[in-house]
C-alpha cells in the first residue's frame, strides 16, 4: 500500500508527519481552550445563579 | 431574505455556528483526507521532481490559507473599524493562531520540498521572504490582542496592525510576479490558457485546497464561539464584582 517515494522518502515522510502533527496540535488546542471556556461559563453562571437565589 | 448583519449579533451567532460548526468540520475532515490520500498514495511521481511533487497537496493549501486568513481578518477587522460589531473582532481574533500555523506549515514544508529541489532549505527569495515577514505578522497580532487588558482597545490595535500587514499578504501572494526572480516559481494554477499542470496532480490539489478552506472556516467558528463565551465570562464577573 505505501508508494515506493524513492530517493526522496524521508523530505517527504517528514513533511506529511510534521503538517499533520501541527494540524492535529492546532485543532487539539482550540477544542481543549473551547472546553474549558464553556465549562468555565457554566460554572460562573451556577454560581451566580445560587447567589441570587441565597 | 435575512441581512449578513444580523449574524453579528452574538446570540444569532451562536445559534447558527452551534449546528454550522460540526457540519463543517465533517466535511472538511473528508475532503482534506480524501485529498491527502489522494495525494499521497495515488499521484505518480513528477518526472523532474520526482516524490517530492507530493509535498504540494500539504504545501499549497497551506500557504493560500495562510494569505486568505490575513484577508478574512482584513475583512473582518474593517468591519469592526467601521460599523463596531463585536462578533468581527472576535472572529479575526480567532482566525490569527489558525492562520499563524498555516503559514507555519507553509513555510516548513516549502522548505522541506526546496532542499532536495534547489539544494538549499531557504533563501532570501522574495516570495519566501514576504511569507516569512507574514508570518511575524501572525506572531504580532497574537502578541497585541494577549497585552492589551481592554478587549475593544485590542481590536482597534490589532485591526490596525492587520491593515499594515495585509500589504505583506498581497507580496505573499504576487511576491513571484512583481520581481521576476529567486528560486520559488511563478502560479502553476491559472486561468490562463495552457496546461500547467496535468488532472492527475490537479484534482486532488484542488480537493486538498478545499478541504483546508472548510478546515479553516470550522475552526474560525469554534474559536469565535470561545471568544464569544470568553467575553460573556469577562462581562459577568464585572457585574458579579459590582453587585458584590
Known amino acids: ?54 | 431574505m435575512a441581512s449578513l448583519w444580523e449574524y453579528a449579533n452574538p446570540v444569532k451567532f451562536m445559534k447558527v455556528s452551534r449546528w454550522l460548526t460540526p457540519v463543517t468540520a465533517l466535511l472538511a475532515a473528508a475532503t482534506v483526507g480524501v485529498g491527502l490520500i489522494w495525494g499521497f498514495f495515488f499521484t505518480p511521481d513528477d518526472f523532474r521532481q520526482g516524490s517530492t511533487v507530493k509535498i504540494m497537496f500539504l504545501h499549497v493549501p497551506a500557504a493560500l490559507m495562510a494569505i486568505n486568513a490575513w484577508a478574512m481578518m482584513l475583512v473582518t477587522s474593517l468591519i469592526w473599524l467601521i460599523r463596531r460589531h463585536h462578533v468581527s473582532a472576535l472572529a479575526a481574533k480567532a482566525a490569527g493562531p489558525i492562520g499563524a500555523t498555516m503559514t507555519l506549515i507553509a513555510l516548513f514544508t516549502g522548505a522541506i520540498w526546496g532542499q532536495p529541489m534547489w539544494g538549499t532549505w531557504w533563501v532570501w527569495d522574495p516570495r519566501l521572504t514576504s511569507f516569512l515577514i507574514l508570518f511575524l505578522f501572525y506572531l504580532g497580532y497574537i502578541a497585541l490582542w494577549s497585552a492589551i487588558e481592554d478587549p475593544d482597545t485590542a481590536a482597534d490595535l490589532t485591526s490596525v496592525l492587520c491593515l499594515v500587514g495585509s500589504v505583506f499578504a498581497v507580496l505573499s501572494r504576487y511576491a513571484a510576479i512583481f520581481w521576476n526572480q529567486g528560486l520559488h516559481q511563478g502560479a502553476s494554477l491559472s486561468l490562463a490558457p495552457g496546461t500547467r499542470m496535468d488532472w492527475a496532480y490537479k484534482a486532488p490539489l484542488y480537493i486538498s485546497m478545499t478541504g483546508f478552506g472548510l478546515l479553516f472556516l470550522a475552526l474560525v467558528l469554534a474559536g469565535t464561539r470561545t471568544e464569544i463565551r470568553n467575553r460573556r465570562i469577562k462581562a459577568l464577573m464585572i457585574r458579579e464584582r459590582a453587585n458584590a
Open chain 1, 1 to 54: 500500500m505505501m508508494p515506493d517515494l524513492g530517493a526522496y522518502a524521508t523530505e517527504v515522510a517528514l513533511a506529511y508527519i510534521l503538517s499533520l502533527a501541527t494540524l492535529t496540535l492546532m485543532i487539539l488546542w482550540i477544542w481543549i481552550r473551547s472546553r474549558r471556556v464553556k465549562r468555565d461559563l457554566a460554572d460562573l453562571k451556577t454560581r451566580m445563579n445560587r447567589k441570587s437565589h441565597g
